[in-house]
């Protein structure tokens, strides 16, 4: 078998397609690098805020780090997600003025509504 690389035009035009599906974002503006998700940031913020209503953290904070790495989260689809993930997918539970995100100094947490 051989593989060949794709020209990075090709490689360019599925990570756009990607990214109108919702599945992917360019980090730069030069879309030099990209976020590829496996669910798209609302699908994500749809499953995080079910784990929290079905949790009993509507109301509550959490950390980041207990969404991601914490003890109640280890059979969560979402947990190991990417911080910058995340952190999108919480922006859009925000948006839907479902959560509000806490990011100053070294404090980073979600409050659920």
Not at 13 to 39: C, F, M, T
Not at 40 to 60: H, P, V
């Amino acid at each position: 078998m051989i593989i060949g690389r794709l020209p990075s035009e090709a490689v360019l035009v599925i990570l756009e397609e990607l990214g109108k599906s919702g599945n992917a974002s360019p980090l730069d503006k030069s879309k030099q690098r990209w976020l590829i998700y496996w669910h798209t940031l609302e699908e994500w913020g749809d499953i995080i805020y079910n784990w929290a209503q079905e949790s009993g953290f509507i109301g509550s904070v959490c950390t980041l780090f207990e969404l991601t790495q914490g003890e109640d989260t280890t059979e969560q689809e979402f947990h190991g997600l990417d911080t910058e993930v995340l952190i999108r997918s919480l922006r859009m539970l925000e948006i839907a003025k479902k959560a509000e995100l806490i990011l100053f100094d070294d404090n980073q947490g979600v409050k659920f509504f």
